[in-house]
Nanobody, 121 residues
Framework: QVHVVESGGGLVQAGGSLRLSCAAT????????MSWYRQAPGKQRELVAG???????NYPDSLKGRFTISRDNVKRTAYLQMNSLNSEDTAVYYC???????????????WGQGTQVTVSS
């Protein structure tokens, strides 16, 4: 089985920083893209950042400069460094991993359970 587990969320004051982690564990054969999404109450889930296996990153223009995604391919872990947080960043943050499992050798997307980020003003 494959599991995607996020960690690092919590409560932070406006202007502060948080670092989220996302680990893919279990029967993982290979990983392509690792991405972070977020969903605020009453809003659609939106892409926050993505990174390919080769380290190419992708961000929406609104978040460039404040959020940085990185990954450790050996640890099968992606990180999201979030700086200068404001109340609009309050949301549940989800990790999405495009990977091939080592049992069926099928490529598919896996989602984590989400981690809450709350920014207080």
């Amino acid at each position: 089985q494959v599991h995607v587990v996020e960690s690092g969320g919590g409560l932070v004051q406006a202007g502060g920083s948080l670092r989220l982690s996302c680990a893919a564990t279990g029967s993982v054969f290979g990983i392509r893209t690792m991405s972070w999404y977020r969903q605020a109450p009453g809003k659609q889930r939106e892409l926050v950042a993505g990174i390919t296996s080769g380290g190419i990153t992708n961000y929406p223009d609104s978040l460039k400069g404040r959020f940085t995604i990185s990954r450790d391919n050996v640890k099968r872990t992606a990180y999201l460094q979030m700086n200068s947080l404001n109340s609009e960043d309050t949301a549940v943050y989800y990790c999405n991993v495009s990977l091939r499992d080592s049992i069926a050798y099928q490529w598919r997307d896996y989602w984590g359970q989400g981690t809450q980020v709350t920014v207080s003003s």
